[in-house]
């Protein structure tokens, strides 16, 4: 605990100096008093009318002196009071600022590069908030997600910043909403004592072909917009943190170009007005139809909607983080090829023509068209060398995808399980024949290409390679 300052012990003093002038005062003042009775009485009276006064004054110097000490002792608790709300004001103060940066440390976790397709915000009830939503390409792919963690406030926050980084390792390596879902679930659950879980929804839209793969983890059910509006169907399992042996089920729907999801947390269908009435679900559809009607873009959407909340709530104080995320699927101009090679080499030739041709026809610049070719060649060779053991036959697919932004390549095997991506890179310092074998084109076709991922689907390794064109 802090002393008094310094500014409080001055005015203390100086309170207790003037009380004590005062009395001096007083005491000059009975002085004179009783030498004016002096000499206007009898000698034998004036002691007899002056001990009244004498011990009037005596009681009236004691209980100023008790006052004296009674104000000393008030102004002094005043005084340490003062220093504690100064102090607790200091320590409010140091929080604030610390939220403050939570704050902005949080909102720069967010996605904030939205595409023509794709926009979303946050608001948090309070200095920070337990919502979160993603969205990112990959390999063609977009992977988003969006959540909801129990409770408000720093906590919340806390297990929001574990599950937003952790979506983002999971799937950068796995594509499955609901493998996605189960590494979360398991690591939820971990010395989860605090007994919080999260509502999660993520996703994983084809942007070449409208395949849509999802799984949802007790969350809201989003809205699919095509044509009309209706409710996406999802079995809506169980959240996160809950149970770390709960199954998620993966769903599957194709999406027809120019559709979109709509994807929120309650913090939106539940706001609640100064009547304490909530938005709702039908107002949300209103407002998603008048949308719909006005063909407003992905921003435009998420921001009329969140117009229509505010004028809703109006005076009523944000009680729930709001989150909107709504992911367009745009209608595209792709480009599509495809090619099926058996696993002999005297094949190869067909693959170089087959890449020749996609970058004429894409016009690829010269340069970038040589070390696309490059790549993927190196990891065809792989397959069509290494896949099949002699003297089994067998077929590799490759399949060329492109939006004329992107170049995507999807390799497909039936041989032998191979990851590429796992291979640990060889060193250029090592001899020919202290190298094994693929190791060096692996690494090259790493290089050259934006990105490289591999998956087993039941008997196939599928492998995709992307690079950007533009």
Known sequence: ?????????????????????????????????????????????????????????????????LGIGVLAV????????????????????RINGELSAARSIQKEMLPKAFQDNIFGLLEPAREVGGDLFDFYRRDGKLFFCVGDVSGKGVPSAMLMSVIHSLFRVVSEKEESPS??????????????????????????LDLYTGKFRYSNAGHDKPFLLSGNISVLPSKANLPLGVFPDTVYEEEFIELTPGSSIFLYTDGLTEAKNTQRKPFGKSRLEDALRLSLSSSFSPEQTVLSLRESAHEFIGGAP???????????????????????????????????????????????DGKLGLSIR????????NVVSYAYPSPKEGT????????????????????????????????????AEERSIGGLGILLSREIMDSVSYCRKTEFNVLTLTKSIV
């Open 179 to 204: 493998r996605i879902l189960t590494v979360l679930n398991t690591q939820a659950c971990r010395d989860n004592d605090t007994n919080m879980f999260v509502t999660f929804f993520v996703g994983c």
């Open 396 to 431: 590799v697919s490759i399949y060329a995808d492109s939006d004329f932004k992107e170049l995507r390549f999807t390799i497909v095997d039936k041989g032998i399980p191979f990851d590429p991506t796992a291979v640990v890179p060889q060193s250029i310092t090592l001899s």
């Open 318 to 364: 944000q009680s729930d983080d709001l989150t909107m995320l709504l992911i367009h699927y745009p209608k595209m101009t792709l480009f599509k090829e495809s090619l099926v090679l058996k696993n002999k080499v005297e094949e190869l030739s067909k693959l170089s023509d087959f890449l020749k041709g996609i970058c004429a026809k894409l016009q690829l």
């Open 74 to 93: 008030m102004l002094y608790h005043y005084a340490r009071s003062e220093a504690k709300l100064r102090e607790a004001s200091q320590e409010q103060a």
């Open 374 to 381: 490059l790549a993927v060649e190196e990891m065809v060779v």
């Open 1 to 65: 605990m802090k002393k008094p300052s310094r500014k409080w012990i001055v005015i203390v003093c100086i309170a207790v100096v003037a009380a004590v002038l005062v009395e001096i005062i007083s005491v000059l003042h009975y002085r004179r008093t009783i030498d004016l009775v002096e000499q206007e009485v009898h000698e034998d009276l004036s002691e007899e009318i002056s001990a009244p006064i004498r011990t009037m004054h005596q009681e009236h110097l004691l209980m100023a002196l």
